[in-house]
């Protein structure tokens, strides 16, 4: 079974054009898994209704209050945790429109040739990011280096992107959700942390993004998302100190 898992916070507006995309390139065969993470406007609603003119199975979790996408994200893990098998698939999508569902296809063929997870990447060949502010974009390239350099044999080169694929099984093997602690956005990283210090293999397909589509304000925050950094650096760190000490 294939699951779409959007978190999503105050995106009525994008709920018909996200649900139409992934209709239109998966056909049938899949279910969105919709974490409303507290939404003020009719993103549930909207939700339901667009699902029941579509003809697409959604299963619908709201949060009664707005507790950040690692929040979100984990709710919907424990569901997919206590439904899914370990075969089954979870793409995770940002629900503002501006992740293309036709990348979904690459990632599923990297899933089936061994990968734990696969990343729609904007820094491969092949991928591009238009119309980001430069703050957003040096925060994204800042986690990722950092990342990388600890996580060096991992070859992934887009940390922060949360248009991914996940084999079912690897996240239960990773600890994911149980695991997890960061709430905001930084969850990002804290689950590719889980996932490759658990052994899984990583892929990335190439991601053509255009921010300009996105119908809602941006949901980031500049310095509550660095405190977030730093926190799951902090975790990461006795990971670099240990290779500085044991390489040769």
């Not at 994008?14 to 009719?42: H, Q, Y």
């Not at 609603?45 to 009664?64: D, F, M, Q, Y």
């Not at 899933?111 to 060949?125: M, P, Q």
């Amino acid at each position: 079974m294939l699951y779409f898992l959007l978190a999503a916070y105050n995106e009525a507006e994008s709920i018909e054009p996200v649900f139409a995309s992934i209709k239109r390139e998966i056909g049938n065969g899949f279910a969105i898994l919709l974490v409303d993470d507290g939404s003020t406007d009719l993103t549930s609603e909207n939700a339901r209704t667009v699902s029941g003119n579509l003809n697409v199975s959604l299963e619908l979790i709201r949060h009664p209050r707005n507790l950040g996408l690692g929040a979100a994200l984990r709710t919907g893990f424990e569901w997919i945790g206590a439904n899914a098998s370990p075969d089954d698939i979870v793409v995770t999508m940002d629900c503002d429109d501006t992740h293309p569902p036709e990348t979904v296809r690459c990632m599923i063929e990297k899933l089936e040739s061994g990968c734990g997870a696969v990343i729609a990447s904007r820094f491969v060949k092949g991928g591009f990011c238009r119309g980001v502010s430069f703050a957003r974009s040096f925060i994204s390239r800042a986690g990722s280096f950092f990342m990388s350099a600890v996580f060096h044999r991992s070859a992934v080169s887009d940390w922060t992107s949360g248009f991914r694929a996940y084999n079912a099984g690897a996240l239960k093997k990773a600890g994911i959700p149980g695991l997890m602690r960061a709430r905001g956005f930084s969850s990002q990283l804290e689950i590719l942390f889980l996932l490759l210090s658990g052994g899984a293999v990583i892929g990335e397909c190439p991601l053509r993004m255009d921010y300009s589509l996105k119908k809602s304000s941006s949901k980031m925050r500049l310095i509550p998302l660095l405190f977030e950094y730093s926190w799951v650096f902090a975790r990461v760190l006795p990971l670099m100190a240990e290779k500085f000490l044991t390489s040769p």
